[in-house]
């Protein structure tokens, strides 16, 4: 799979195919015996989607044979994305609860908050991908007959053309304090749109707006290298996808530098801490991928 700055995607190729992923390890961490996360329409998603791979994983199919390296590298993967999603869902909750009741999932992908968490009354929760997964999830949680938690409303546009302005056009109140997340997202953006992204979210925000990200502290590593690295981890789990090629190179912006400059109070919190949080073991390996990334929450002053 190789990028390009006008590339677009469906959840079975490109990008998307690494958010059937993520729902695939939200699937299998739902079902761990103390289970941090709740995610029940995680796994009829991927179904839905039905790439082979994923589908017998979230199935109990896949068993990575005679390779330890293999299982531990699934469990790795499973705790990460179970930790990265707890972080993610308390954000928006403790948002709401201390009033906040706009909120915008970037790059929604497979992502069903909308659906799934307890949104106070009034909440509108807007969801911003591709039109190709927009379409596809809304289409497979009627079927599902799954029904929002909140006022869910979407939009449909690349992250790279005008968002903004279609989010307006879809309903979003730039007046009032917005909830904010960029799961997942700043690895798959060139450089120069990550910065693009955030001064749009600073421009849309309203003082007292709250902003959850994450980003990967590593500077010594290229994308290409982390890309390749992560589709070594997946294939030892027996995945047959090629996911590599996904991440753009190039410079980028110390993501807690440029939002500080930008107006916003920063605070960060190691993966390792998250991982003691919520009472999951934290690897205890040094080249461990999980070693450098940083979560990070943000206030507008």
Same mark, same amino acid.
């Given at each position: $799979? ?10 079975? #190729?490109?990008?998307?195919? %690494? ?10 961490? #739902?079902?761990?015996?103390?289970? &941090?996360?709740?995610? !029940?329409?995680?796994? @009829? ?54 009033? &906040?009741?706009?909120?915008? &999932? ?9 659906? =799934?968490?307890?949104?106070? !009354? ?8 591709? @039109?190709?997964?927009?379409?596809? +999830?809304?289409?497979? $949680?009627? +079927?599902?007959?799954? /029904? !929002?938690?909140?006022?869910?409303? %979407? ?22 304090? /917005?909830?904010? #997340?960029?799961?997942?997202?700043? $690895? ?13 979210? /600073? ?6 707006? =709250?902003?959850? /990200? ?21 294939? +030892? ?65």
């Amino acid at each position: $799979m190789t990028r390009s700055d006008q590339d677009s995607w469906d959840l079975a #190729s490109s990008v998307g195919a %690494t958010a059937t992923m993520v729902a695939a390890a939200r699937a299998l961490a #739902s079902e761990a015996t103390n289970p &941090i996360i709740d995610d !029940p329409f995680a796994a @009829p998603l991927v179904r839905a989607v039905g790439l082979d791979f994923f589908r017998r994983l979230v199935d109990g199919e896949v068993v990575p044979e005679g390779s330890e390296d293999g299982e531990r590298d699934l469990q790795l993967e499973t705790d990460s994305i179970a930790v990265r999603t707890r972080f993610f869902d308390d954000f928006f909750l403790n948002a709401a609860r201390d009033g &906040i009741r706009q909120a915008v &999932i970037l790059a929604a992908g497979l992502d069903a908050r909308a659906y =799934r968490l307890s949104w106070p !009354p009034g909440s509108v929760v807007y969801e911003v991908d591709q @039109p190709q997964v927009v379409d596809f +999830k809304s289409t497979a $949680m009627s +079927k599902l007959g799954a /029904t !929002p938690t909140a006022d869910r409303r %979407t939009v449909s546009i690349d992250l790279r053309e005008d968002w903004p302005d279609a989010s307006r056009r879809s309903g979003f109140d730039a007046g009032q304090p /917005t909830s904010w #997340s960029a799961e997942g997202l700043l $690895m798959y953006l060139p450089p120069e749109a990550q910065d693009r992204l955030f001064d749009s979210i /600073t421009g849309l925000s309203a003082p007292g707006s =709250r902003l959850a /990200t994450e980003f990967h502290g590593d500077a010594g590593r290229t994308m290409s290298e982390r890309a390749r690295q992560f589709n070594e981890r997946w294939a +030892k789990v027996g995945c047959d996808i090629d996911l590599s090629g996904l991440f753009f190179d190039g410079e980028r912006s110390d993501v807690v530098d440029y939002l500080t400059g930008a107006g916003w109070q920063v605070s960060t919190r190691p993966r390792r801490e998250l991982f003691a949080d919520y009472g999951l073991v934290y690897p205890d390996d040094e080249e461990s991928q999980l070693r450098n990334i940083v979560a990070v929450t943000a206030t507008l002053r």
